[in-house]
């Protein structure tokens, strides 16, 4: 009796043990690794630089960004350089950030790549799902004026797939369409992106989005919201991009030539493309919304831009 007792308690610490060790090890393969993503000394680019694979918190991630980086000479402390901290509230998941009046004096670029740090930071943690800015008080808006609101990962551009080490920022011109819908104006805009990112798709997931702060500019999208990249590639000179059947759409009756010239004015301002060829789903045996061929190769079209006053 007292064999079958011992034998049924081993056999109880056995597979007790089975069962620490194999969450042991699960939790081992799903620990996440966390970044914390610093300016560089230039001002013009972002790097990451692990801490690890404990969640500093909100608070936390704020501190070390408030540190030089170790071993990583060509990046800078965030906070406390230039622009300095007020006060941070952290609760119900929104981080709110209050900065001292030297955040106004950031230039374009500075600004956008100093908000890419702090929220992309941030919004790791998991007390962290949005950041809010605001200065001395008051809350933040960007260059155009427009309110900041609150901000996630998604604000800024990148690779989910893949492992962000760097940022970058760069000046688009994007082509939308005019309030009648039968001409195209220039916007520029600035956008902070992934490296892993090539431009060309960067113009066509702008274009998608539509135009920035849309309220009140009287612009319209050329695509709508809904259109998915299939594939984009650039070679010789040409970009060759294949969009979704929800591409051939017309939102807000914008005309046919409009419409493409929107993604091919936009495209050949990215150095190197000079033409483009667009197919819908990899098919360019058929026109764009019924009425231009796809089995041509387009070129900038200066006369259906709008003139400025």
Request: proline share 4%; aromatic share 8%; with cysteine.
């Amino acid at each position: 009796m007292r064999k079958n007792v011992l034998v049924i308690f081993s056999l109880i610490f056995l597979a007790a043990f089975i069962l620490v060790a194999c969450t042991v090890g699960r939790d081992k393969e799903e620990a996440k690794e966390y970044f914390a993503y610093y300016l560089n000394v230039d001002d013009d680019d972002i790097g990451a630089v692990s801490v690890g694979k404990t969640d500093p918190g909100g608070k936390g991630m704020l501190d070390l960004l408030s540190e030089n980086p170790k071993r990583r000479k060509n990046l800078k402390v965030v906070m406390g350089n230039t622009v300095s901290l007020n006060s941070c509230e952290i609760a119900g998941g929104q981080a709110l950030l209050d900065f001292d009046a030297s955040y106004m004096n950031l230039s374009k670029a500075q600004e956008v790549l100093f908000r890419a740090s702090v929220v992309r930071s941030l919004c790791q943690c998991a007390d962290v799902d949005f950041v809010s800015f605001t200065v001395d008080g008051v809350p933040a808006v960007d260059s155009k004026g427009e309110p900041l609101g609150m901000m996630n990962d998604d604000t800024f551009i990148y690779n989910v797939g893949n492992e962000i080490n760097a940022y970058s920022r760069t000046v688009l011109t994007l082509y939308f369409a005019n309030a009648t819908g039968n001409a195209l104006v220039p916007v520029e805009t600035d956008v902070v992106y992934s490296t892993n990112t090539s431009r060309e798709t960067l113009v066509i997931q702008k274009l998608i989005e539509g135009p920035p702060g849309s309220s009140g500019t009287g612009l319209l999208p050329t695509l709508p919201s809904s259109t998915k990249l299939i594939s984009i590639s650039v070679k010789d000179g040409i970009c060759y991009v294949s969009l979704d059947s929800e591409a051939a759409m017309s939102p807000n009756n914008i005309s046919e030539e409009t419409a493409l010239y929107s993604i091919v004015n936009s495209l050949t301002q990215v150095p190197g493309i000079v033409k483009v060829q667009l197919s819908i789903n990899g098919d360019v045996d058929r026109n764009f919304r019924d009425k231009l061929p796809l089995n041509t190769l387009y070129e900038r079209n200066a006369d259906i831009i709008e003139e400025t006053p």
